[in-house]
């Protein structure tokens, strides 16, 4: 009898152990699922990041060349007017830096400037 009670005690024992461990594998197999759909949203998190880092650089760069051709035009526009102010006996420095800062409206001045000085 007694070892009929043991081997009954031992049996819900295990059965006891078994159902923890099925329990235990449902839980790890929930737990991997909500970890599998969250890889999968980072990744498309990801993936849509790295399309408007694409998008930014592009867009610098586009800007960049566009400052360094506003930058070699105004340099060029400084000279002329800096070269045309020595030539007149004016301020070199004075319409070099005219030039820098206001560059086509000081080409203007210049011109209007020239035109006066001719008909006079």
């Known amino acids: 009898m007694q070892s009929m009670e043991r081997s009954l005690v031992k049996s819900s024992e295990v059965?006891?152990?078994?159902?923890?461990?099925?329990?235990?594998?449902d839980s790890a197999e929930l737990r991997l699922n909500q970890l599998?759909?969250?890889?999968?949203?980072l990744r498309t998190q990801?993936?849509?990041?790295q399309?408007?880092?694409?998008?930014?650089?592009g867009k610098v760069s586009n800007l960049r060349?566009?400052?360094?051709?506003h930058g070699f035009m105004l340099s060029i526009i400084s000279v002329i007017?800096?070269?045309w102010a020595q030539?007149?006996?004016?301020?070199?420095?004075?319409?070099?830096?005219?030039?820098?800062?206001?560059g086509p409206i000081t080409l203007v001045v210049l011109?209007?400037?020239n035109s006066q000085g001719r008909r006079l």
């Open 87 to 102: 030539n007149t006996g004016r301020s070199v420095w004075l319409w070099f830096f005219l030039g820098s800062f206001f």
């Open 46 to 49: 990801i993936s849509t990041l």
């Open 51 to 57: 399309s408007e880092v694409s998008f930014l650089e």
């Open 65 to 69: 060349g566009s400052y360094l051709d």
């Open 111 to 113: 011109l209007i400037k």
């Open 81 to 83: 007017c800096a070269i």
């Open 15 to 25: 059965s006891f152990l078994i159902s923890q461990q099925v329990e235990q594998d």
């Open 36 to 41: 599998e759909s969250q890889v999968s949203t």
